[in-house]
């Protein structure tokens, strides 16, 4: 993906590697240069407004969220963000491995799959139908969890909430075929 800045998660290489960018007015925490600009990275990442408005493009298509709205970003989709005047989001970027468990698991095939099967890089969760208000409700709870970052659950509530966000997605894409585990 050449001309393009490849944006690495600034946890890559720490024992848990979800990387939560708290943007308020355009400026972001953890200070992160790639995020106004068009990038792409290895990593999935979803999007939750919190106040205002906030466009999300990619070079194919643009979604506009409000407050109370998220959306999930493919990995290696060249994409920017950019929040309105007085806009604040949270970006949580996190390995695919977070939602997939094990190497060889059902949930990897079931990910792989949603992701390569989904027409969409970016699919928006826009409050229009039950499940996406479900998935904004988890997306709400995921925020609310940073007030108790460094707490000894915390990874722990993360990863459950991932994965139940995934789990609604998997449940209501209309493209899905569920694939039958193999229990040995």
């Known amino acids: 993906m050449p001309n393009y800045i490849n944006s690495v998660n600034l946890r890559e290489n720490s024992d848990f590697p979800y990387l939560v960018l708290d943007v308020v ?59 309105a005047p007085e806009s604040h989001y949270r970006s ?26 989904t027409e969409r890089s970016i699919l928006p969760f826009l409050n229009d139908q039950d499940w996406t208000k479900k998935v904004n409700g988890l997306l709400r709870g995921l925020n609310e969890l940073e007030q108790s970052k460094g707490a000894p659950l915390y990874p722990y509530q993360v990863l459950t909430t991932l994965a139940q966000i995934w789990l609604v997605i998997e449940e209501h894409l209309p493209t899905k075929k569920l694939v039958k585990p193999t229990i040995a």
């Not at 698991?105 to 079931?110: H, I, T, V, Y």
Request: charged share 15%.
């Open 25 to 83: 007015d355009r400026h972001p925490t953890p200070r992160n240069p790639c995020f106004h600009v068009f990038h792409w990275h290895h990593d999935l990442q979803l999007l939750y407004v919190l106040v205002g408005r906030v466009r999300v493009q990619t070079l194919a298509e643009t979604v506009t969220l409000t407050t109370g709205q998220g959306c999930l970003i493919k990995p290696e989709v060249i994409h920017r963000i950019e929040g």
């Open 92 to 117: 949580f970027v996190f390995p695919v491995t977070m939602v997939t468990f094990y190497p060889g698991s059902p949930a990897k095939r079931l990910v792989a799959e949603t992701l390569t099967t």
